[in-house]
């Protein structure tokens, strides 16, 4: 007798049960932000409320899809905060003035946030090293070479670029939002990402199958480089200046991004479009500790502290959820 099937529902939920929670997680979090922002400000959040908290999401939620892809190969990428800090330095003194010139400096930096990928990629599959050893070792690496080319803040971005980045004039990041989405979906459905899934839940078995770990782990790590360099870019439009040390607290809060959004850190399982909304989570609690009035010599602890119950939480729920779905 065959056992009784779940239903369709059901069957769903668990199977994006990480996204399901990071979504229900950020609904919580924009409620609780509404809510605050009215107390204190006696009306609730507009156009410009929306339009600064999605231009200052954008860098962490490309900092968090570059750290999906070497996560998803049961990797971590230490040196996402370098490749941002470098590429945001070389934006700052390089973009020029003409259209010509920002898109021809703006693809040679994220080539070159590639090259520093394929770098990381490289020494973690041929190397067969560790990749938290080795993307450490590369973000002091990265983080030397983004103050040489920039010793103190400065530069400048052209307006020109900015508006095109991070237009405060309304909510047009939902734009770049939405195409990283989309990016994600059709990766995800390619045989690259089929791949990157594979391997991170057995690469033995995914090497049996026909796929090539090796140059499966260069093009994850390639893809978080050039992803990472694009974040440095929209960080640099951001501030319309550069800065050498502006992306170092992206590599730690690109990992709470990620596991917000039921990325798992064991590989094989998780959504890139689950740790874009999880950055949207992070930028959603920095913005409650703000209209709370939490004193900011104690703000880093209570994010901290409600991000690891958070986590915990989530990832409590899923091991439940996956326990069921193996009993049934």
Excluded at 160 to 175: D, E, F, R, S
Excluded at 298 to 323: D, K, M, P, T, W
Aim: aromatic letters at 6%; a positive charge.
């Amino acid at each position: 007798m065959a056992p009784p099937r779940r239903p369709p529902l059901a069957h769903a939920l668990a199977r994006h049960l990480g996204l399901v929670l990071v979504s229900v997680l950020l609904a919580v979090s924009v409620i609780g932000y509404c809510a605050l922002y009215l107390a204190t400000q006696a009306r609730l959040p507009g156009m410009f409320e929306l339009t600064s908290s999605l231009n200052n999401t954008m860098p962490l939620a490309l900092a968090a899809l570059a750290q999906t892809m070497v996560v998803l190969t049961r990797g971590l990428d230490l040196s996402i905060g370098g490749i941002i800090d470098l590429s945001n330095a070389l934006a700052a003194l390089y973009l020029g003035t003409t259209a010509a010139s920002m898109a021809l400096a703006s693809a040679l930096i994220l080539l070159a946030g590639a090259v520093l990928g394929l770098v990381n990629g490289a020494l973690v599959a041929y190397g067969r090293l560790q990749p938290i050893l080795v993307t450490l070792a590369t973000l002091a690496i990265f983080q030397g070479l983004a103050i040489r080319v920039l010793p103190q803040p400065g530069g400048a971005v052209p307006e020109a670029y900015t508006a095109l980045l991070v237009n405060t004039g309304a909510p047009y990041a939902l734009v770049y939002v939405l195409a990283l989405m989309l990016f994600w979906t059709v990766l995800r459905r390619s045989q690259v990402g089929i791949a990157l899934l594979a391997i991170g839940d057995d690469e033995a078995a995914a090497a049996a199958n026909g796929i090539d770990p090796v140059a499966t782990k260069l093009v994850a790590y390639t893809l978080s480089g050039l992803i990472a360099a694009a974040a440095g870019l929209f960080l640099a439009a951001q501030a319309t200046a550069g800065d050498a040390t502006t992306g170092n607290g992206y590599t730690l809060t690109s990992i709470v991004a990620v596991v917000l959004g039921g990325v798992s850190l064991f590989g094989g399982r998780g959504s890139g479009i689950g740790a874009i909304l999880g950055a949207f989570v992070t930028t959603m609690i920095v913005n409650i500790l703000f209209f709370a009035h939490i004193d900011p010599l104690y703000q880093s602890f209570y994010e901290g502290a409600f991000l690891v119950i958070a986590v915990v939480l989530a990832e409590g729920l899923g091991r439940l959820v996956r326990r069921r779905r193996a009993r049934a």
